[in-house]
């Protein structure tokens, strides 16, 4: 069973010079977040070919992942094309997001809190100040607007736990 606690680190890896949008997005990210509260000269140009890399991979996958989100290791993002995450948004460790999927708030509300080893379904909206528990799954197209507990699965629009 993949772990809710620590990240498993090969699901982000890649080779040098593989295709791999959604994986290259992610090292991006990883970067600048490794030299973001560094102020030597050398870092600070890392940091800004972070962001730039950044931007690129945004733009190939589509995606609407902030630099400074809050991701834990070893998510795997298959195909990356429209996935939104709020900057507040706090995801665990080994999780599973598809296409298309929403991760934010609702007007006056905080972000979603996912726990470890979480799988979002392909079109799947995760809205407003909730926390899915470890090893839950979201179906295609829920629209999750309550808590789902560990283990459990959410469906249906609005999602509801089965």
């Not at 890392?46 to 991979?57: D, T, Y």
């Not at 079109?123 to 309550?146: P, R």
């Amino acid at each position: 069973m993949i772990s809710s606690d620590i990240p498993d680190w090969t699901r982000e890896h890649k080779p040098f010079f593989a295709w791999q949008p959604a994986k290259s997005l992610l090292a991006s990210i990883r970067c600048y977040q490794r030299y973001n509260t560094s102020l030597l000269p050398w870092f600070c140009l890392i940091k800004v070919v972070a962001v730039i890399r950044h931007r690129f991979w945004s733009a190939v996958t589509g995606a609407d992942i902030p630099l400074n989100c809050n991701i834990a290791g070893g998510l795997l993002i298959p195909h990356p094309n429209g996935i939104v995450i709020h900057p507040d948004a706090k995801i665990g460790p080994n999780c599973l997001i598809f296409q298309q999927v929403t991760v934010g708030s609702r007007e006056g509300h905080n972000a979603p809190i996912i726990a470890g080893h979480v799988d979002i379904g392909a079109g799947a909206k995760i809205l407003g100040d909730i926390t899915i528990g470890a090893h839950a799954k979201i179906g295609a197209n829920a629209v999750v607007l309550i808590n789902v507990p560990s283990g459990k699965a959410a469906v249906g629009i609005p999602a509801k736990i089965i």
